[in-house]
T-cell receptor, first 115, second 112 residues
């Protein structure tokens, strides 16, 4: 099992540009999560999908952020337009245990720098 | 006041020492308690999971939950340099138990 795969690993972009982060969850996992991690705020849940349907997007900071899960094996997180305060590490995680707080498998993250 | 408090450290100990990592919390509804380990430039990985109160042991690692004191601990015996990482506690309740409430993480350094 290759685990949760995220791309790109690093992204440097200029303020105002569109950024798309990608995630491939573990096959058979039906829950997918997007997290953001910063030194100041720690890990923050942005959005939770179950069976490809967004269940909770209350953590999405503002309308500049959007996430999609067109099928069970792919999800994207898009920021448009990007701002320097969006600089963070973005993690995707998946779980095969619906609605449980344990058993998340995280990807290695995308380190985003907006200049 | 944060729902989950965790000392960010760093905590530096010599190899072979017993390490104690702790979190306190304020929400008595929490039922699931987890410890994740995060190496530099990697995502968190689940280390230990406990439901409700009690102890759980896995090799050199022991997780304890004291719900009366709202206090959880992770003990590492015979610590190794490879244990150097950031340890994050996380917890959730029954109602929306996909929503983990995370501690800030404690950076642990094991000196050879």
């Amino acid at each position: 099992d290759a685990g949760v795969i995220q791309s790109p690993r690093h992204e440097v972009t200029e303020m105002g540009q569109e950024v798309t982060l990608r995630c491939k969850p573990i096959s058979g996992h039906n829950s997918l999560f997007w997290y953001r991690q910063t030194m100041m705020r720690g890990l923050e849940l942005l959005i939770y999908f179950n069976n490809n349907v967004p269940i909770d997007d209350s953590g999405m900071p503002e309308d500049r952020f959007s996430a999609k899960m067109p099928n069970a094996s792919f999800s994207t997180l898009k920021i448009q337009p990007s701002e320097p305060r969006d600089s963070a590490v973005y993690f995707c995680a998946s779980s095969g245990t619906v609605g449980k707080g344990y058993g998340y498998t995280f990807g290695s993250g995308t380190r985003l720098t907006v200049v | 006041q944060k729902e989950v408090e965790q000392d960010p450290g760093p905590l530096s100990v010599p190899e072979g020492a017993i390490v104690s990592l702790n979190c306190t919390y304020s929400n008595s509804a929490f039922q699931y308690f987890m410890w994740y380990r995060q190496y530099s430039r990697k995502g968190p990985e689940l280390l230990m999971y406990t439901y409700s109160s009690g102890n759980k042991e896995d090799g050199r690692f022991t997780a304890q939950v004291d719900k009366s004191s709202k206090y959880i601990s992770l003990f590492i015996r015979d610590s190794q340099p490879s244990d150097s990482a950031t340890y994050l506690c996380a917890m959730s309740g029954m109602d929306s138990n996909y929503q983990l409430i995370w501690g800030a993480g404690t950076k642990l350094i094991i000196k050879p």
